[in-house]
């Protein structure tokens, strides 16, 4: 099929129109330079912006991927280690940090401080006791009782003693139920038994020292 006899001198003519646009007197000397003209720079232009757009795209798509890795990395932080004279604790349900306070399982820090539990349910208090010496706590409620306690009657959930020198801790966190089990604030407990608490914030671990 034959090209369009119009079409070939339309070719023919822009064609002329670009040499001679490219190649042109310089100076009197008839020196000759080569100029670039409007089309070859508007190429240029067409050129340049499309690598900066490859090389944002290139940018877009390696922040992407790194926010995705971070991101995923805050939402899994590494567990929260409790270390008690030198052993390390194992809970069933692993410690948390909940307005900036590490809560633990109730249970497994105070067996491990030494004392006794007991749990009443009907008023959701937590009674830990070792001789004389008693801690009591309730679900919601930010005050930890500590101290030395006569006992009139069976507690049954904060019944009827005598306090000898028990005094109120306030707690910023209370205790609270979560996964079916008791989270208590470790630091208040810990100090209540007259231990020693630091945190390492780079390892996430709670080191407790018992005096």
């Known amino acids: 099929m034959r090209p369009c006899p119009t079409n070939v001198i339309l070719m023919k003519n822009t064609f002329a129109q670009h040499r001679a646009h490219i190649m042109r007197p310089y ?17 240029e232009v067409a050129m340049k912006k499309l690598m900066l757009l490859r ?3 290139t940018l877009a798509l390696c922040l992407s991927v790194v926010s995705m890795v971070f991101g995923k990395a805050a939402a899994e932080p590494i567990d929260i280690k409790v270390i008690l004279d030198g052993e390390l604790l194992d809970f069933d349900v692993q ?16 067996e491990a401080l030494g004392l006794e539990v007991e749990w009443y349910g009907e008023t959701q208090t ?23 306690f006569e006992w009139t009657t069976p507690p049954r959930g904060g019944g009827i003693f005598r306090a000898h ?19 208590v604030p470790l630091r208040a ?23």
Not at 95 to 110: E, H, K, N, S, Y
Not at 126 to 148: E, H, K, P, Q, S
Request: proline letters at 4%; aromatic letters at 4%; charged letters at 20%.
């Open 189 to 211: 407990i810990s100090e209540g038994m007259g231990a020693v608490v630091e945190w390492e914030g780079d390892t996430r671990t709670v080191i407790i020292e018992t005096i």
């Open 95 to 110: 410690p948390q940090i909940i307005d900036g306070r590490t809560m633990v399982p109730a249970r497994v820090i105070l």
């Open 126 to 148: 937590i009674w830990a006791t070792r001789d004389n010496f008693g801690l009591r706590m309730d679900i919601g409620i930010n005050t930890l009782y500590v101290g030395t």
């Open 55 to 57: 090389a944002m795209f």
């Open 165 to 183: 020198h028990a005094h109120r801790v306030h707690l910023d966190v209370p205790p609270m139920i979560t996964n079916g089990r008791t989270l």
């Open 27 to 43: 100076d009197d000397d008839a020196k000759v330079k080569q100029v670039t003209c409007a089309c070859c720079h508007g190429l």
